[in-house]
């Protein structure tokens, strides 16, 4: 039981960060500030990497028009989670 309350607590945090994730790319506000702060918040993408050991502008835009997709991808997941914990 104590094992289920941990995954839970997991899940309830991966909705809450895709829902900031969603919110900071759904942004009218397409500033350097939310672009480099969106790529600090979800360090879960490979490139995220590459961009925080040396900052190259390309490189940030690359990351940052990639979190889209991570954003779809990692929704996809907490339904497929969802769906396990109701059974």
Do not use: C, W
């Not at 940030?60 to 059974?87: C, G, S």
Request: glycine share 2%; net charge neutral.
């Amino acid at each position: 039981m104590e094992n289920k309350k941990i995954i839970l607590a997991q899940v309830a945090d991966l909705s809450k960060a895709l829902s900031k994730l969603s919110s900071a790319l759904n942004s009218k506000d397409d500033s350097e500030i939310i672009r480099d702060g969106t790529i600090q918040r979800f360090e879960y993408i490979r490139m995220r990497n590459l961009a925080s050991h040396t900052y190259n502008e390309k490189l940030a835009e690359e990351v940052y028009l990639e979190l889209p997709n991570f954003e779809k991808d990692a929704n996809m997941l907490l339904d497929k989670i969802n769906r396990k914990i109701i059974q």
